[in-house]
């Protein structure tokens, strides 16, 4: 403290000086907390930008594959639905499929293999079943979410069971 | 404090010195007189260059540079929540900081603290002003929109009207015969990796020479004798009153940059011709009027004399001004005190009314 803001000593300070010296403080930290909270908010949402709009990509309910009906038979369209990767399976047998391609064991995306008629999470091994999504083997806790798929002659639309 | 934090304050200390630090700090003293309150604007730079290292940081993490320059900052502008606050923030506490340096050095120079000892500050000081203005026009391509893609276009003339080597060196800092993505591409590695790697070292010495040397006093200070001098101590009255002038500094920033956001223009053409009105910032106006006065002067077939004649004597000014500690380096206010007075007198004055004709001229 300098010698100029330094109290004489023949003035005594009274208690209710002293309620009010608490009860500025407290304000003054109270102010304070605002203040820096009205400094973080502002970042704190610009960094969360990108997974506030990933959530609201998962409130999407449908997704039209354009020109996806021209898939040949025995292969799969590997596409977004909203934040997540999905799949869509043409099967040999003329069947049409999807499902949601992130694994339920640690989320890696999984792999459509038409020659073993599987699919298969490269990360753990993980088997499941290409027409209902089934966990075969492995370590998958869950089977895959399925989605409904309707084709006709423009495209395929993908929505939720 | 308890034992046990106070062993582990020993324990630290017997390792940093960290009571030689706190012992430095209370022995240390700002002086008090009418013209204390230049004192703080080395500090106000100082703020706002930390608020800069912080805001640029917070950009970093969405722009992208070369093609998609200008795409990434629409979506920092107008997709990221904010973000239109972080990049104006950043904008206006550039204008700010290079403001604050500039009253800083007019300040030292009027109060001839650049005389012995303390040559190295100013030297030092003048490298770290000249940076700030590299790190403004680098930055002020980085949108790629319209204005920032002509602002660099003309700017970058001024070293091409540099005899022999100027086509040269222009070419190399464009990365090519015209702004474009490569330029954009060299200038933000300047912007976040050269110049910061340049100017924080330097920061470093200015601010150790600082404490080596104290607070110089102005000549009629000096002249009193010593007793009469008064001072206050650097902790924690100097620094409490920093911290609020800080905190005021924060307070104009944030409501400068919300109330008058940045704006983003039209994304660059090379093919569309330069809009009306193009100028370049504040802190560049003078010296854009000055070669734009001797382009008047000089026109036709001597305009490419009136360039080199302007850029000549720009940079004899600024010689000048940098060589003023061992120019007036007497204690006494003498012949060569008043003279270097005038000078500083005269360079406001030309700052000033190149400025003024250069916005009244737009």
């Known amino acids: ?161 | 404090m308890t034992t046990k934090t106070v062993a582990i304050y020993n324990w630290i200390d017997e390792r940093l010195g960290l009571s030689e630090l706190a012992a430095f700090a209370r022995r240390k003293t700002v002086p008090v007189h009418s013209q204390s309150f230049w004192y703080y604007w080395g500090g106000i730079s100082l703020f706002l260059f930390i608020v800069q290292c912080f805001t640029g940081v917070l950009l970093l993490v969405y722009y992208r540079p070369g093609a998609e320059a200008y795409e990434s900052v629409r979506q920092i502008t107008f997709v990221m929540h904010f973000g239109w606050l972080i990049r104006s923030a950043h904008a206006w506490a550039a204008s700010l900081m290079i403001f604050s340096i500039l009253v800083h050095m007019f300040s030292v120079y009027f109060m001839k603290a650049y005389r012995k000892p303390r040559e190295f500050g100013w030297l030092s000081g003048m490298l770290l002003l000249g940076i700030a203005a590299v790190f403004g026009f680098s930055g002020y391509l980085l949108p790629m929109d319209e204005l920032s893609y002509f602002a660099t276009k003309v700017g970058l003339q001024i070293p091409a009207a540099i005899p022999f080597v100027g086509a040269g060196l222009a070419n190399m800092l464009r990365g090519g015969p015209d702004v474009s993505e490569f330029t954009v591409q060299r200038f933000f590695a300047l912007h976040v990796v050269v110049l910061p790697a340049l100017f924080l070292p330097l920061l470093g010495f200015h601010l150790w020479l600082v404490q080596r040397h104290g607070n110089a006093i102005p000549p009629s200070e000096e002249a009193k004798p010593a007793r009469q001098r008064k001072s206050m101590p650097f902790f924690p009255d100097f620094v409490r009153k920093d911290l609020a002038i800080w905190l005021i500094s924060l307070n104009i920033l944030a409501l400068l940059a919300s109330v008058f956001p940045w704006s983003l223009g039209k994304p660059f053409d090379p093919l569309a011709p330069a809009p009306m009105g193009i100028h370049p910032e504040w802190y560049f106006m003078s010296p854009f009027e000055m070669l734009k006065l001797l382009g008047f002067i000089f026109s036709g077939k001597y305009a490419g004399f009136g360039e080199i004649a302007g850029i000549l004597l720009f940079t004899l000014g600024i010689v000048l001004w940098l060589l003023i500690p061992f120019y007036d380096k007497s204690k006494e206010s003498g012949q060569r005190a008043r003279a270097a007075h005038y000078f500083g007198l005269l360079a406001i004055f030309a700052l000033l009314a190149t400025t003024i004709i250069g916005y009244w001229t737009i």
């Not at chain 1, 399925?146 to 993908?158: H, W």
Request: glycine share 8%; net charge neutral.
């Open chain 1, 1 to 161: 403290m300098s010698p100029n803001t330094k109290l004489p000593a023949n003035i005594i300070e009274e208690p209710g000086d002293q309620n009010s010296r608490r009860a500025f403080m407290a304000a003054a930290g109270v102010a304070g907390l605002a203040y820096i909270a009205a400094l973080a908010y502002p970042i704190y949402r610009y960094l969360a930008s990108p997974s506030e709009m990933a959530m609201e990509a998962t409130a999407i309910t449908e997704v039209t594959l354009k020109d996806a009906q021209k898939l040949p038979a025995g292969s799969v369209l590997m596409f977004k639905f909203g934040p997540s990767p999905a799949m869509l399976i043409h099967h040999l047998d003329g069947r049409w499929i999807s499902m949601t391609a992130v694994c339920t064991h640690l989320g890696c995306t999984v792999q459509y293999e038409p020659e073993a008629d599987r699919i298969h999470c490269a990360c753990h091994g993980g088997v499941y079943d290409p027409y209902t999504g089934a966990n075969v083997s492995g370590p998958p806790p869950r089977p895959l979410k399925t989605f409904k798929v309707a084709v006709n002659e423009t495209g395929v639309e993908v929505s939720r069971a």
